[in-house]
């Protein structure tokens, strides 16, 4: 299997944080379920810092803790994208879960109900070891 220097990978992920900064305004990160394949449900969008977060120890790290007051519909989180505010798709299917669930995307409840608020109390992205 092929791997990154730290150098590779940390090029990468501040390319990933210019590209959702690139427009003005903040990008969002938007929850479906299914974990794969067609996109699922769309259960929420939740409106992102601006700036959108930074690199710390090797990882895309978001501003945390953000949350929408809303979720759009009821359902299972699985998976979550970011977009930039245009809407263009910078990072897709990204692992949700609750603490201790091994996601990058940790929510406090995945099961999301319409009309009931969406928080996520952390986000780490990191290429693999």
Known sequence: MSTLSNAAKDAALNAWLALIDADAG???IKFYTNSGGAPGTLLGAVVA???FGSLVSHELVATV???DP???ATGTAAWARVT???GDIIIDYIVVSTSGG???IIVSDVNFTAGQPINITAFKIRFPT
């Open 70 to 72: 809303s979720a759009d």
């Open 26 to 28: 903040p990008g969002y």
């Open 102 to 104: 091994g996601g990058e």
């Open 84 to 86: 930039d505010n245009s």
């Open 49 to 51: 810092n601006d700036p």
């Open 65 to 67: 803790p953000i949350s």
